[in-house]
């Protein structure tokens, strides 16, 4: 393990049992600072990121990879309104989540407490930067941070920005740490670092996700790519489909809860599909379709099996026909990633239906994928989103970021 690494993950430790104690006045009071140091820190950052910016274009970066890469006036404020919800949140640090007395009259509870030194190992989104560290602050963890190459320099900046902050505010600076080095031997160095890292949180493509689920020997929470569908249903208000796919499918391309696959019932196709197809046009939104949708518009291209199960990140849209609620539902539980999946319907029976039997962390029902966010969901941020179903599923906010301890009151019981 190299030298670096390991001086990280001593000094992250050492953090992580100074933030267990911290109180959450000076928590929420440090969280406001840092929320205000970056907005004023704006400049520095935008300029930084415009070095990433100029190195992705320069690899043939993805239009959509490109936009998660961006940092904006208005995304830098985004980013301090998510720590200045956080710190408006209830700690959960120290809640007694139950308390019950024994027959030999010991008393027996649960309390939240910090995970420890959580790790995260992220691709081309510096806002994650400021995410994890405003989540992970609030729980009383350290966080170790190993952001790729793409963003170097905008992680470089942000975490500047924070530690400046930290030592203004006289709280241990490595509650938060970059790993600077981008090497992917030195990723699966840290993916290793049992005695200094208490979990491991992928967020990226699948590539990355694989990896560290493959190489880690530190517990991982997995956070999935987003092969998310909208099902548009017989009888349904074809209005709404139209905005709510249109929505999904192209207000950001490049996020795991962009639409990526519609299903049709047959019934509804012949009028849903020319208006949307028209819609779509606007985005230029290349569709890749089955035999029965083909025969209701020109231009769209045959779909294959693997485009069923891409997640495209692009201005592409599969689109599969079915002829009812159960075909619907079997393909998506095929071809999904368990993230997001949404039915537009009129129908309450389907709506319930829907909602029991598709398996994904977040199930909508006349509304946009593009919902499931931590900041949407009131979470402030949200460090990923699980799409496992041990400890975390979903949008994973403050308490996802807590284990439990038991604690035990006695008088002088001894068992016999």
Known sequence: MKAQLLE?????????????????????????????????DHDILIKENAKDMENGRQNGMPEGLLDRLLLTEKRIEQMAEGLLQIADLDDPIGEILSMKKRPNGLRIGRKRVPLGVVGIIYEARPNVTAD??????????????????????????????????????????????LITDTSRETATEFMKMNGYVDVLIPRGGAGLIRAVVTNATVPVIETGTGNCHIYVDEGADLDMAVDIIYNAKTQRI?????????????????????????????????????????????GMLPATEEDWGTEYLDYILSIKTVSDINEAIAHINRYNTGHSEAII????????????????????????????????????????????????????????????????????????
């Open 254 to 298: 490049g996020v795991c809860n962009a639409c990526e696959s519609l299903v049709v019932h047959e019934k509804v196709k012949a009028e849903l599909l020319p208006r949307l197809v028209s819609r779509l046009k606007e985005k230029n939104v290349e569709l890749r379709a089955d035999e029965a949708s083909r025969s209701i518009c020109d």
């Open 345 to 416: 319907t009129r129908d309450y029976d389907h709506a319930e239906q829907f909602l029991d039997e598709v398996d994904a962390a977040a199930v909508y029902v006349n509304a946009s994928t593009r919902f499931t966010d931590g900041f949407e969901f009131g979470f402030g941020a949200e460090i990923g989103i699980s799409t496992q179903k041990l400890h975390a599923r979903g949008p994973m906010g403050l308490e996802a970021l807590t284990s439990t301890k038991y604690i035990i009151y006695g008088n002088g019981q001894i068992r016999p």
């Open 8 to 40: 990280i993950g001593n000094k992250a430790r050492e953090a992580a049992e100074y933030m267990a104690l911290l109180e959450t006045l000076k928590k929420n009071e440090v969280l406001r600072q840092v929320a205000e140091n970056l907005i004023k």
């Open 132 to 177: 994890a560290f405003g989540l992970c602050f609030k729980t009383g963890n350290a966080v170790i941070l190993k952001g790729g190459s793409d963003a170097l320099y905008s992680n470089m900046a942000i975490v500047e920005s924070i530690q400046r902050t930290l030592k203004e505010c006289r709280v241990n600076e490595n509650a938060i740490s």
